[in-house]
């Protein structure tokens, strides 16, 4: 498994080793072990699987406040996506800032996007599915969002030829400056 941090280093880019012959492929997703020998020490409680019928359907900014705050461990099971992690500990050195990569069924690549940062993709293909592991199981009470147009913000979505398919929810969340983080930066240097 190759594991490598990307401009905000505690968001890991994952791609598993495929096994294939003239039936398929086989992959392993997640082993706490291996894991763990690379320094991820997280451990999931839930796994959600999410379909997304059109191009340019955008789900997020979204994230669970303290003490429910989420880890997500995010691939693509079908399609593709382009999935979004933002820093929002106050204190951070990368605070407001993204990281974003295309996660599809053909490269099997993974996103880690620990707590403390919001999380987001938009689908690239039609039927795409985003199959992703949690930390913590789903607390609606702790449930907080950031819009995804987030002009301070400024992820780069892919262009699309159609109107982005929003949530009501998503469609009204709040920009960043306007939410009063839960999250605080600890620095482990």
Not at 1 to 22: N, Q
Not at 48 to 54: A, D, F, K, W
Not at 164 to 183: G, M, N, T, V, Y
């Amino acid at each position: 498994m190759e594991i490598l941090a990307l401009s905000i280093p505690e968001v890991k880019l994952i791609t598993p080793k495929r096994f294939g012959d003239h039936r398929g492929f086989f992959e392993e997703t997640y082993n706490g072990d291996s894991f763990a020998a690379q320094g991820i020490h997280t451990q999931f409680v839930q796994d959600n699987h999410s379909l997304s019928s059109t191009v340019n359907t955008v789900r997020g900014l979204h994230f669970q406040a303290p003490p429910r705050a989420q880890a997500k461990l995010v691939r693509c099971g079908r399609g593709r996506l382009f999935d979004v992690a933002v820093d929002i500990r106050k204190g951070s050195p990368t605070y407001g800032h993204w990281v974003g990569e295309e996660l599809s069924f053909e490269n099997g690549r993974m996103l880690l996007v620990p707590a403390g940062f919001a999380h987001g993709f938009v689908t690239l293909e039609p039927e795409t599915e985003i199959v992703y592991k949690c930390s913590d199981t789903y607390a609606p009470e702790t449930e907080g969002a950031v819009r995804w147009d987030d002009p301070d913000i400024g992820i780069e979505w892919p262009q699309s030829n159609s109107e982005p398919q929003l949530s009501d929810k998503d469609r009204i969340a709040p920009l960043l400056r306007e939410i009063e983080s839960p999250f605080v930066f600890e620095d482990t240097q």
